[in-house]
């Protein structure tokens, strides 16, 4: 006889399954073990042609739609973003078998309140890598992580960090687009919503997976 298959709540409903995702999403903010930690963030360069790498996710906040990265000023992905800031971030959680894509605008902010506290809530050693003396991608004869030879293996100090804060930003990815899609051996499901910027709402739909 064959065994019932177990589905989450969500399966079928529309309303869980967009809660489902921003709990994910939420999740890879507090806990390092989560697979929302890590997502792949794509941004496009200036050919027009896809740019993907693994960031981590520092803060989500539904309320306005945002997710929080840091980067280097000085990097081509920050370069990229002010020539086009369509940005997408894929999220995968293998054990939940649950996919999320989330995409939207993103802006730079190396100054104000909010990169000031983003940067003093960062571990020294989180922020050690903001001192390389060249700007990240920068072609080099030999191998090197770029740092100056006196900080290698060690903490720096917040006086040694002080002159590097200029190379820091954060990445705000204002969300206007969001795709869920769970993997079933009983059928998949997938989902859609979008930023409806006059009526303040996600509006969502049903997709064939």
């Not at 709990?23 to 929302?36: F, H, I, Q, W």
């Not at 740019?51 to 520092?58: A, E, N, Y």
């Not at 939207?104 to 003093?120: C, E, F, H, K, P």
């Not at 030999?142 to 006086?159: M, N, V, Y």
Request: hydrophobic residues 40%; charged residues 20%.
């Amino acid at each position: 006889m064959t065994e019932p298959i177990s589905l989450p709540a969500c399966y079928n409903d529309l309303d869980l399954s967009f809660e489902e995702a921003w709990r994910l999403v939420e999740a890879g903010t507090s806990d390092r073990n989560s697979p929302a930690h890590m997502p792949a963030v794509g941004t496009v360069d200036e050919t027009g042609a896809p740019q993907l790498r693994i960031m981590i996710l520092r803060e989500a906040f539904r309320d306005t739609r945002t997710l929080r990265f840091h980067t280097d000023l000085r990097s081509i992905k920050a370069s990229q973003i002010h020539n086009n800031s369509a940005t997408g971030v894929l999220f995968y959680d293998m054990s939940a078998k649950l996919q999320i894509r989330m995409s939207g605008q993103t802006r730079l902010l190396s100054m104000g309140d909010i990169a000031d506290t983003a940067w003093n809530s960062s571990t020294p050693f989180a922020r050690r890598c903001y001192m390389a003396e060249a700007a990240p991608g920068t072609a080099v004869a030999e191998p090197s992580s770029g740092l100056p030879e006196w900080i290698q293996g060690k903490q720096p100090d917040e006086a040694q960090l002080a002159n590097y804060r200029p190379n820091f930003t954060t990445m705000l990815v204002e969300i206007q687009s969001i795709e869920w899609l769970y993997l079933a051996n009983a059928g998949h499901r997938r989902a859609h919503w979008q930023w409806c910027d006059v009526q303040k709402t996600w509006q969502g739909s049903w997709l064939i997976p």
